[in-house]
Nanobody
C-alpha cells in the first residue's frame, strides 16, 4: 500500500513564495520517480515537476525557473519550492508516485492580492 500526504498550501500574494511538502508512508521515496501535479478549477490536471531516482528533474514550461522539486531521503519527503507565484498558479497541488499509482489528497494554493 502506501500513502502520500501533502501540506504547505495557502493564500499568498502575487510574487510570493510557498513550499509544499509531500510525506510518504509505507514505502521509500528514494526508490521512485515522484511528480507534482496541479488542477485549477475547470481545467485538466497537469504535470508540474518530476524528480527521477538519480535526482534529475524536469519542469513544465509554465513553471520552469520559478519552481524547484527536491527530496529529503532522511525525511521520506518530496518538496516543491514555488517562487514568483502568479494568479495562474492557483490550483490544488498533488504529489504522485507513478510506479505505485498513489496520489496524495492535495493541498490548495491560492495566489491573490
Amino acid at each position: 500500500q502506501g500513502q502520500l500526504v501533502e501540506s504547505g498550501g495557502g493564500l499568498v500574494q502575487p510574487g510570493g513564495s510557498l513550499r509544499l511538502s509531500c510525506v510518504a508512508s509505507g514505502f521509500t521515496l528514494t526508490w521512485y520517480t515522484m511528480t507534482w501535479h496541479r488542477q485549477a478549477p475547470g481545467k485538466e490536471r497537469e504535470l508540474v515537476a518530476t524528480i527521477f531516482t538519480p535526482g534529475t528533474t524536469n519542469y513544465a514550461a509554465s513553471v520552469k525557473d520559478r519552481f524547484t522539486i527536491s527530496r529529503d531521503n532522511a525525511k521520506n519527503t518530496v518538496y516543491l519550492q514555488m517562487n514568483s507565484l502568479k494568479p495562474d498558479d492557483t490550483a490544488v497541488y498533488y504529489c504522485y508516485a507513478p510506479a505505485r499509482k498513489t496520489w496524495g489528497q492535495g493541498t490548495q494554493v491560492t495566489v491573490s492580492s
